[in-house]
């Protein structure tokens, strides 16, 4: 796996122990999913100003948000062992995953975890919109999240 990770907040962060947690994690996700083909995925901290525009600008909604997820394809095929797939773009908000991480209890290495595990989730095509989706969703989160150890 390709991981392209950038620092777009303001914050001064050990983006090594981020890009070896977010690797195991996305490691993961695609363990669980049998996904085997070599992937591409850029994951960048941004602050609350720039998710805003970014949820404005892409989803329409006037407001921060978390995380957000591009995937870059609608088709994914598994399996191609030989094709690199760029499975798309995660954006996490640093202020806001701070914040959960506080008001859940728990640092903010596991919220970001969780956070980059949901967001692969939906790279891979997973949707919680509708609540058989979010079902399963949910499952495979808690699944992901158990298997690293960080499940609450």
Do not use: W
């Amino acid at each position: 796996m390709n991981l392209l990770i950038s620092n777009n907040s303001k914050e001064d962060l050990d983006l090594d122990q981020i890009e070896a947690m977010a690797y195991k994690t996305i490691e993961e996700v695609l363990r669980v999913e049998d996904f085997t083909s070599h992937v591409e995925v850029s994951l960048t901290l941004v602050d609350k100003d720039e998710i805003h525009a970014l949820n404005r600008d892409y989803r329409g909604v006037d407001r921060p948000t978390d995380v957000l997820s591009f995937p870059m394809d609608d088709e994914i095929f598994p399996g191609e062992e030989d094709v690199d797939l760029i499975l798309g773009d995660i954006v996490i908000c640093l202020d806001i995953a701070k914040a959960q991480a506080e008001e859940y209890g728990h640092s903010l290495d596991r919220e970001l975890s969780y956070l980059i595990c949901h967001s692969t989730l939906h790279l891979l095509g997973y949707d919680h919109m509708e609540d058989d989706e979010k079902a399963i969703m949910r499952g495979k989160e808690k699944e992901i999240m158990k298997n690293l150890g960080v499940f609450k």
